[in-house]
């Protein structure tokens, strides 16, 4: 089973990862027009002095867990893999999505700037993750091929067999009764693809071959799936305080979720299993200590 409480060594080495990730992301939004002001301060306003930072840590210990040398390309591919993910909660909250008044502890983009310039701000996210990546070649020295590696993965992830399509489903199931089959299909496609993208682009970066790149990204898909399982559990049990965002909204829009599907009890054990897969699959290739507390942190995280 997983410990119960995420390890010191973990919570500091997140905090650490947590400060370099935030100047890059800094540095790499600063070159934005500052006319007209409104844009810029909506990008920076959901991007920056906010969230977990999981997924862009994920991408930098999984390169260094397989002893990848091209640290500042993967910070920066981390930071535009958190642009993407920036952008998926923006348009997330949107009224016309899960309308959501707050998001990251403070009122969301749409309740800040209004509904246009919510959606110019993650499509802006949208594009700059793309921009980031396909400027590593050039400031960083990558192979054209791990480039386009990344490009391909990325916006496979994000497109019409990723998120979208997790997302139209987590739509269209809205008010349905569904088994847990189709909510696990859900939770791959609008949580655990990025998740594993993530993974998967540190270890192309790595130089990392077909097989452990494979294997980092199906621990990266059962972690994601853990993770989302979690999400469905916190909205239960969790309040709009801790969370940082309004709890008890999956039962009030009548999503489909785990709890719903097999019960609150079976869920949590359900996350620990899969998160004790994820682990076994980063011990076929060695010992990954930061990575294993960051996989436990998803399931005794709350928030
Ligand atoms: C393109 C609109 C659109 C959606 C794409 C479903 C989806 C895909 C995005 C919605 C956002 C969402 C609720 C995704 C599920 C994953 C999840 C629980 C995100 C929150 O992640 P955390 O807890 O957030 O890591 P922080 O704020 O810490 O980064």
């Not at 655990?192 to 898909?221: N, P, W």
Request: net charge negative; proline share 3%; charged share 25%.
């Amino acid at each position: 089973m997983s410990s119960k409480h995420a390890s010191t060594d973990f919570k500091i080495a997140l905090a650490r990862e947590g400060e370099r990730i935030e100047r890059r992301l800094v540095e790499l939004t600063s070159r934005i027009p500052d006319d007209p002001a409104v844009i810029k301060g909506a990008i920076r306003y959901s991007l920056l002095d906010g969230g977990k930072r999981l997924r862009p840590a994920l991408c930098l210990w999984t390169h260094y867990f397989l002893n990848g040398s091209r640290r500042e390309a993967c910070l920066d591919v981390a930071c535009a893999i958190e642009a993407l993910h920036t952008y998926s909660l923006i348009h997330d909250d949107l009224p016309c999505m899960d309308d959501d008044d707050m998001r990251r502890g403070k009122p969301s983009s749409h309740k800040e700037y209004g509904e246009a310039v919510a959606v110019l701000a993650g499509d802006a996210l949208l594009t700059l993750c793309f921009e980031i990546i396909s400027s590593i070649g050039d400031r960083w020295n990558v192979p054209a091929g791990q480039v386009l590696d990344i490009t391909s993965l990325v916006a496979r992830t994000a497109g019409p067999a990723g998120l979208i399509r997790g997302q139209v489903l987590d739509m269209m199931w809205e008010n349905k009764a569904g088994d847990e089959r189709l909510v696990q299909e859900i939770h791959t496609n609008k949580t655990a693809v990025l998740i594993a993208a993530a993974m998967e682009s540190g270890a192309v970066l790595a130089d990392a071959g077909a097989g452990v790149r494979a294997a980092m990204r199906t621990a990266g898909l059962c972690a994601g799936r853990a993770f989302q399982i979690m999400d469905d559990v916190l909205d239960v049990e969790s309040g709009d305080a801790v969370l940082g965002k309004t709890a008890g909204k999956d039962a009030a829009q009548g999503k489909l979720t785990y709890p719903a599907a097999i019960g609150l009890d079976a869920s949590r054990r359900r996350a620990a299993a899969l998160i004790e897969e994820a682990k076994t699959g980063l011990r076929t290739v060695g010992d990954a200590p930061l990575l294993e507390g960051l996989f436990d942190f998803i399931v005794c995280r709350n928030s």
